[in-house]
């Protein structure tokens, strides 16, 4: 299936793509367009429009695309741990960065890679890294439940 978004990614436009990648369409094709052709090519391409206003997997009150997608999948029922990663990136990616000790850093670590990237393939080949990492964190804190940060 393909999937389409604004170019340019930082935080929500890389943690979905890891997100649809690991558990929702292993072969995701992603298409990152200038913002004001995402509906047109979504429309052309038969892809799933995310990131973006008034869709399905955009935001929506205070939570974010990661959100939508974890939602819509079924994924909040399935796996602990993706709601926790949902909190990390929702914070990142909306103005409540104190929503987790992580969306502050998180919200720094996308900007810095956007800025050291070619283009947003290249981002997300090397951004998939730091969510694989925040998911096995997130696996872990919730079997460790004294754990208080730090």
């Known amino acids: 299936m393909k999937w389409?978004?604004?170019?340019h990614a930082k935080v929500d436009r890389i943690a979905c793509p890891w997100l649809i990648k690991k558990f929702v369409d292993k072969?995701?094709?992603?298409l990152f367009v200038p913002a004001e052709k995402v509906i047109q090519i979504?429309?052309?391409q038969n892809a799933a429009p995310f990131d973006v206003p008034n869709v399905e997997l955009g935001h929506?009150?205070?939570?974010?695309?990661?959100?939508?997608?974890?939602?819509?999948y079924?994924?909040?029922k399935k796996d602990p741990a993706l709601v926790e990663l949902a909190k990390i990136v929702r914070g990142a990616d909306t103005p409540n960065r104190t929503l987790t000790p992580q969306s502050e850093g998180l919200l720094a670590i996308a900007y810095g890679f956007s800025m050291n990237v070619k283009d947003d393939f290249?981002?997300?080949?090397?951004?998939?890294?730091?969510?694989?990492?925040?998911?096995s964190f997130c696996e872990w804190k919730l079997n460790h439940p004294d754990y208080k940060g730090g």
Do not use: P, W
């Open 4 to 7: 389409v978004t604004r170019e």
């Open 27 to 30: 072969d995701a094709e992603l």
């Open 42 to 44: 979504a429309k052309e």
């Open 60 to 72: 929506h009150g205070e939570e974010c695309s990661f959100d939508a997608i974890v939602k819509k």
């Open 74 to 76: 079924g994924l909040d």
């Open 122 to 135: 290249d981002n997300m080949e090397k951004q998939f890294h730091v969510y694989d990492a925040l998911y």
